[in-house]
């Protein structure tokens, strides 16, 4: 589990680095996929680019629905620490009204429907001092 120590106070946030990079992985790819294809240098690179175009937003929402709901909650927080509706010393009120929210309906349509999911979590991570760059893939 990822874990980060803000004001001296271990959190666990619940969830593996590996899956929020991921899902961020696949939450870009059906963001911008020709970004993915200019970004090539070499072969390689855009036949992997292309690969990445065929991500469906049902590819994104199988793999969420697959997490157990500790993961889905700690997403959903993770996406509100990167909007900025809680900072990383309200991790554990993000948790329960995630955990609220997710009680409410699928949280693979919440997190799929919501705007540069990727970017969200990226955020959310950077504010616990953490980086889905430094995952290997």
Request: no cysteine.
């Amino acid at each position: 589990m990822a874990r980060t120590e803000p004001n001296d106070d271990e959190v666990d946030l619940g969830i593996s680095l590996e899956v929020v990079a991921t899902v961020a992985d696949l939450a870009h790819a059906l963001q911008d996929p020709d970004e993915a294809l200019m970004g090539a240098a070499d072969d390689d690179e855009a036949a992997e680019a292309s690969e990445a175009e065929e991500i469906s937003e049902e590819m994104l929402t199988d793999y969420l629905d697959e997490l157990n709901e500790e993961q889905q909650n700690a997403l959903i927080a993770l996406a509100w620490v990167g909007r900025g509706d809680y900072e990383p010393e309200e991790w554990a009120d993000a948790l329960k009204l995630a955990g609220e929210r997710n009680a409410a309906g699928p949280a693979s349509a919440y997190l799929a429907g919501m705007d540069g999911l990727a970017d969200l979590l990226s955020e959310g991570l950077a504010a616990f001092g953490l980086s889905i760059e430094e995952v290997e893939r």
